[in-house]
């Protein structure tokens, strides 16, 4: 069974912090590694994606994939209340080509 | 380029009645995601089609759930009876082959009462 964890929080920080996502995954097979947000009521949108070990970095976003740990994690710098949403990390397998999602971490960036 | 279109956006049915759920993928897109999110929770996949066949279908209670794409483009998931613990949103999304990067359409929010 595959399966993709997540805290689920609320994770609060204050507008302007670095807020920090984490997410491990239990198949080593997993070849590529996704972070959606997801503002309540609405559907997830793909914010970042990595496929090799190490950081990946876009804007305010830094995506970091640890596969020896299966670990993903995502930074977001600068946070602002407009990040306040649900991050859901998900997991892709080449041999499956499915996705299995997380949970979500629900953020909330206070002003 | 239009996104992933999905239809009704809301559906409201008594238990033990049938509903069904319309999508149509991003031009081009061979994959195809259904989902299902109770509120609270990360979406969890019914059934991938790659065309017109079947790819994953090991959640998809078959008892109760059924999902067709004839043509590889639109697809149609059904509910039939529906029970109280459906109540959730059915997402569909889609990709091109291989690639893992999925777009979402906005979802159909399901209440079974």
């Known amino acids: 069974q595959k399966e993709v964890e997540q805290n689920s929080g609320p994770l609060s920080v204050p507008e302007g912090a670095i807020a920090s996502l984490n997410c491990t995954y239990s198949?080593?097979?997993?070849?590529?590694f996704f972070w959606y947000r997801q503002y309540s009521g609405k559907s997830p949108e793909l914010i970042m994606s990595?496929?090799?070990?190490g950081d990946k970095e876009d804007g305010r976003f830094t995506a970091q994939l640890n596969k020896a740990s299966q670990y993903v994690s995502l930074l977001i710098r600068d946070s602002q209340p407009s990040d306040s949403a649900t991050y859901l990390c998900?997991?892709?397998?080449?041999?499956?080509?499915?996705?299995?999602f997380g949970p979500g971490t629900r953020l909330s960036v206070l002003p | 380029e239009a996104g992933v279109a999905q239809s009704p956006r809301y559906k409201i049915i008594e238990k033990r009645q049938s509903v069904a759920f319309w999508c149509n993928p991003i031009?081009?897109?061979?994959?195809l995601y259904w989902y299902q999110q109770i509120l609270g929770q990360g979406p969890k996949l019914l059934i991938q089609f790659q065309n017109n066949g079947v790819v994953d279908d090991s959640q998809l209670p078959k008892d109760r759930f059924s999902a067709e794409r004839l043509k590889g483009v639109d697809s149609t998931l059904k509910i039939q009876p529906a029970k109280l613990e459906d109540s959730a949103v059915y997402l569909c999304?889609?990709?091109?082959?291989?690639?893992?990067?999925?777009?979402f359409g906005q979802g159909t929010r399901l209440t079974v009462v």
């Open positions: 990595i496929y090799s070990n």
């Open positions: 998900a997991s892709w397998g080449n041999y499956g080509q499915n996705f299995v």
């Open positions: 198949d080593r097979g997993s070849q590529s």
């Open positions: 999304a889609s990709s091109l082959v291989g690639t893992g990067v999925a777009f």
């Open positions: 031009s081009g897109h061979a994959t």
